[in-house]
């Protein structure tokens, strides 16, 4: 935390603090629509509660949640949830560099990881805006997204059928407005475009979660930076005497 307080908030750009709030209050809508999902299908108040601050990963609580309601086991919910967030796993090393200091440190800001964090990581060069835009990002996210399950779920079946209200479309709408500026970049856009295409034509066929990883093919097909020429410097040689006048 010390590290967070170390960068100021004056770091981030406006346009930067107005995104994070957009994208926490998209993020409320999705978890008002997952607490109220797992209460009304019959789960009790402090499991939605105990997963959003211990595991706090939205896509996996919903596809764990999704395995129970459907009559799966815990066990089956559980390796649902590892693998949607094994994507984690590239993001962290992604954000690897604004997470400084002793291991216990790490650790918890590891907890905040999330894919709205890294895309605001990814979005900034500056090593001190980078850290701010990561931990402002995720403890904003993590304190909304924990009062809106709460909110969710206290409200149960009163909110009826979540689907109808579009609260599914608000995540996958922020994660596309956060990506669009990184797809100027030609190499980044072919990435972006190939894995895309591998995770909407693998959906049918593979368990929830695999697609997100199997898009990862789209780093092969971006290619390499091309090197930089580099010019050898011309030493200057001794001058011919007869060049002299």
Not at 55 to 70: E, P, R
Not at 79 to 98: E, I, K, S
Request: with cysteine; hydrophobic share 55%; glycine share 12%.
């Amino acid at each position: 935390m010390r590290s967070f307080f170390r960068t100021p908030l004056g770091a981030l750009e406006p346009a930067t603090l107005r995104n994070i709030a957009l994208v926490c209050l998209a993020d409320a809508l999705v978890g008002a629509s997952f607490g109220a999902i797992s209460v009304s299908g019959g789960l009790p108040l402090w499991v939605p509660m105990a997963m959003s601050v211990l595991v706090f990963a939205g896509g996996s609580q919903f596809a764990a949640v999704g395995v129970v309601l459907s009559g799966g086991g815990a066990l089956a919910a559980v390796a649902t949830g590892l693998v949607l967030n094994a994507r984690m796993l590239p993001f962290g090393f992604t954000v690897a560099d604004v997470l400084q200091g002793p291991w216990w440190k790490r650790l918890s800001g590891a907890h905040l990881l999330t894919d709205e964090s890294a895309a605001f990581v990814l979005q900034e060069k500056d090593p001190h805006r980078r850290r701010a835009a990561y931990w402002t990002c995720g403890l904003a996210l993590f304190v909304v997204w924990n009062l809106a399950v709460l909110l969710g779920a206290g409200a149960g079946g009163l909110i009826g059928d979540t689907d109808a209200l579009g609260l599914d479309a608000a995540f996958p709408a922020v994660l596309l407005a956060l990506v669009l500026p990184s797809l100027t970049d030609r190499r980044t856009r072919t990435a972006a475009l190939a894995g895309a295409a591998v995770a909407v034509a693998a959906t049918p066929y593979v368990p929830a979660g695999l697609p997100v990883l199997l898009a990862l093919v789209g780093l092969l097909l971006a290619g390499r930076p091309a090197p930089a020429l580099s010019v050898p410097a011309v030493q200057p040689g001794p001058m011919p005497k007869d060049a002299v006048r």
